[in-house]
């Protein structure tokens, strides 16, 4: 009998029987349509059969050796090779039997007959190859389930639980050994997705994933965790660790796309060997969030320290939402004096966050924390409401009215919604918009210039004044004046300190005065803490200052004293 089916059906008749006969062990199916003088290799290949009775007899050998099977995937491709028709099967599949993931690659070969096709060949053979890769795996196989619940579909890899579980196992059975977890993730991954394409994200991701697997230590497993997040276990061998990082950096540098495919690492080295994986993985995770973004160093090592760090983010995003909504957050500024007349001119408006035992938490402890989980936008809206409230109250009192600045986190600086907030705002309590001043750091204008132009541009065109804030302290130079529009410049405290004053520092801060001054751009020096500070800046031509020579940040009540 032949297997009547069309020649464009035939892959998928072979995936039938393929699947019949390890699922069901039903021989018959293909036994029916096996050739007089076929021939069949077993998987072992040192065995081979020959006549439709022995190669029945083979195929039914390989179902018992393997019963109970569990196929998930098979793959088949169509090919003729010296006039001889082929079905080539990947076929993935567990065997309850042997506690085992197999990979087989079963060819079926076929002679065309006027009624349809019959078999003249099958060579089923292990693929060794692919294997290896689950070599770990196996070696632990418990269930059927577990196996297929091990490893990640996209990469081939294992994922996170089991890479947690036999990682734990690992240790375990070599007590006397030291083990190291390395993370890995690809820089900037979302923009090579974006730009060259999801497909070409997957590929990368099976690069990478393809070296993971190449490695050959004796005792090391890799997986993949999420998206682009990889991870490693391998003992912690003098030197061991550099090797690999300096290689996967070169392997992701070489991959196809004209973008310079950059990874980052953090590793852990496992001192403590009782901690569940999981925490293992997150102290590798804390190193690598150093490395984030660090073209320097695109690797570091975990210690106490990023915990201590990390433990503090938690308890500052813990308590945030209640400090907020019941006034743990206060307004404080800090006067700006004119350098001419020593007269109060403005004021910087400063938050602060006042815990319920009256001790304070300084911004630059959270400020950096609610900017990455993005709560800052909170604390900026209600500092700049505070700030109008303020600038009411002393323009209804009749008071000569002084502008007040305002930190605009980088993060604010992404919401569509900031111009029509910060114009809502002045609206709402009736303040000309020149009274409040917008402060915008440096840095953000090294992140993204045309985007942050473009916002400042708008802020302005409603009547805004912007200070670039903390200049000197990134990576702008002044060329940089000259193609964005700012108002006013605000020079960094630690540039100044760091000057002194005769010195190369002295001639670089009054250049920039210089440079700002033929721009039309006023200048503000802030953190300055000397009387001969203030005479310096007064002798380049720097308009006003900040710092706590002439005041430290100070609460409302005691601002107004001043005024
Ligand atoms: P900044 O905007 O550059 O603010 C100036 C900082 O310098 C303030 O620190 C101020 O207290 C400090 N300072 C002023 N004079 C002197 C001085 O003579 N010597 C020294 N050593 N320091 C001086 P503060 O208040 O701790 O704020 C730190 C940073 O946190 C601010 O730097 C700003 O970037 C951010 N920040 C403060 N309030 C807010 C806010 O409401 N929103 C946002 N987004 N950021 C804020
Ligand atoms: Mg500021
Ligand atoms: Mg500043």
Known sequence: ?????????????????????????????????????????????????????????????????????????????????????????????????????????ITTMYRMVPDGFMINGVNMALDYDRERTYKVLTERAV??????????????????????????????????????????NIERFKVINEVFGEQQGDKLLNYIAGFLKSIDLELCLSARLYADNFVMCFEAVEGEAERLIYTMQIVANSFEISHHTVLTFGLYHVDDKSIPVKTMIERANMALNQAKGNHVTPYFVYDNKMRDQMLLEQQIVNEFDAALEHGGFKLFLQPKYDLETEQIMGSEALVRWIKADGSYVLPSLF??????????????????????????????????????????????????????????????????????????????????PRMIMGVTEKLQSEGFLILMDDFGSGYSSLNMLKDIHIDILKLDMEFLRSTDQTGRGGNILSAMVQMARSLNIHTIAEGVETRDQANFLKSIGCNWVQGYFFSQPITVEEFEKLI
Not at 14 to 41: P, Q, S, W, Y
Not at 164 to 179: I, L, N, Q, V, W
Not at 380 to 395: G, N, S
Not at 421 to 429: F, I, Q, R, S
């Open 1 to 105: 009998m032949a297997l009547r089916v069309e020649i464009d059906n035939l892959q998928k008749a072979t995936e039938k029987l393929i699947k019949r006969l390890f699922t069901e062990g039903v021989v018959d199916a293909i036994a029916d349509v096996l050739d007089e003088n076929v021939i069949g290799f077993s998987p072992s290949g040192h065995y081979y059969s020959r006549g439709s009775w022995e190669v029945k007899r083979f195929l039914q050998g390989e179902y018992e050796r393997l019963a109970p099977c569990n196929i998930s995937k098979i793959r088949s491709r169509q090919f003729v090779r010296e006039g001889q028709l082929s079905i080539e099967s990947h076929v993935i599949m567990t065997s309850l039997q042997q506690r085992k993931l197999l990979l087989l690659n």
């Open 143 to 184: 269930s059927d389930l577990d196996f297929l619940a091990s490893y990640d579909g996209a990469t081939g890899l294992l994922n996170r639980e089991a890479f947690c579980s036999r990682a734990a196992d690992m240790m375990t059975d070599y007590p006397d050994k030291s083990f190291d977890i390395l993370r890995i």
């Open 367 to 448: 400020i950096p924390v609610l900017e990455k989980n993005g709560s800052v936008y909170a604390v900026d809206r209600f500092i700049w409401e505070e700030t109008c409230k303020c600038l009411r109250r002393w323009i209804d009192a009749g008071k000569n009215v002084k502008p007040v600045s305002v930190n605009v986190s980088r993060i604010d600086l992404y919401d569509p919604e900031l111009v029509n907030v910060l114009v809502g705002l002045t609206a709402k309590y009736k303040i000309p918009k020149y009274l409040l001043e917008l402060e915008i750091t440096e840095s953000a204008y090294t992140d993204d």
